[in-house]
């Protein structure tokens, strides 16, 4: 479920041309995820966390007899430079073109972090490889020392046609 919003830029370059505020995803069995807070994101982004949650993580929860209902959202749009560090690079997440997970709800009450080893294994084996097919850019434990709370994952176009990046233990 979405809300579109109007564009917006600034100054430093960031914004977005056609931004959503993505509020929660429908699961295939009909149910909804949330997304706490809301993301705000441009479209290609929101159809690509869409179907990540939707195709990839609520059917391996659902094979592992647990119903995800909630995507604890850690960073969507902010205009700032790359891991926050003043001057450096444009973050894909000031093109409104990342979005990071911090962790997940369950609809029998419980919650998870991103990377906790209690997180139903299903979903834990899921988690990296569907990230790093449906995305351009992902970030995870042992990426930079930036990632090691959340999950990060954006659409960044690179010159080279198909480039990708997942950088995450084990990955």
Same mark, same amino acid.
């Given at each position: 479920?979405?809300?579109?919003?109007?564009?917006?830029?600034?100054?430093?370059?960031?914004?977005?041309?056609?931004?959503?505020?993505?509020?929660?995803?429908?699961?295939?069995?009909?149910?909804?995820?949330?997304?706490?807070?809301?993301?705000?994101?441009?479209?290609?982004?929101? #159809?690509?966390?869409? @179907?990540?949650? $939707?195709?990839? !993580?609520? &059917? =391996? %929860?659902?094979?592992?007899?647990? *119903?995800?209902?909630?995507?604890?959202?850690?960073?969507?749009?902010?205009?700032?430079?790359?891991?926050?560090?003043?001057?450096?690079?444009?973050?894909?997440?000031?093109?409104?073109?990342?979005?990071?997970?911090?962790?997940?709800?369950?609809?029998?009450?419980?919650?998870?972090?991103?990377?906790? #080893?209690?997180?139903? @294994?299903?979903? $834990?084996?899921? !988690?990296? &490889? =569907? %990230?790093?097919?449906?995305?351009? *850019?992902?970030?995870?434990?042992?990426?930079?020392?930036?990632?090691?709370?959340?999950?990060?994952?954006?659409?960044?176009?690179?010159?080279?046609?198909?480039?990708?990046?997942?950088?995450?233990?084990?990955?």
């Amino acid at each position: 479920m979405f809300e579109t919003k109007p564009a917006f830029g600034s100054a430093a370059g960031c914004g977005a041309s056609a931004p959503v505020e993505l509020t929660a995803i429908r699961r295939r069995d009909g149910g909804l995820v949330k997304l706490e807070p809301p993301a705000t994101l441009r479209c290609g982004m929101a #159809r690509a966390v869409t @179907a990540y949650v $939707r195709d990839d !993580l609520a &059917p =391996a %929860a659902a094979a592992g007899g647990v *119903t995800i209902d909630q995507v604890d959202v850690a960073a969507s749009y902010d205009c700032r430079g790359r891991n926050r560090v003043r001057g450096a690079k444009l973050s894909e997440h000031g093109k409104a073109n990342a979005f990071d997970i911090r962790g997940f709800g369950l609809a029998d009450g419980r919650d998870f972090g991103v990377y906790s #080893r209690s997180l139903p @294994a299903q979903m $834990r084996a899921v !988690l990296m &490889p =569907a %990230a790093c097919s449906r995305f351009s *850019t992902v970030l995870g434990p042992g990426s930079d020392g930036y990632h090691e709370d959340h999950l990060h994952m954006d659409l960044q176009q690179r010159r080279r046609a198909g480039s990708k990046t997942c950088r995450w233990r084990g990955a």
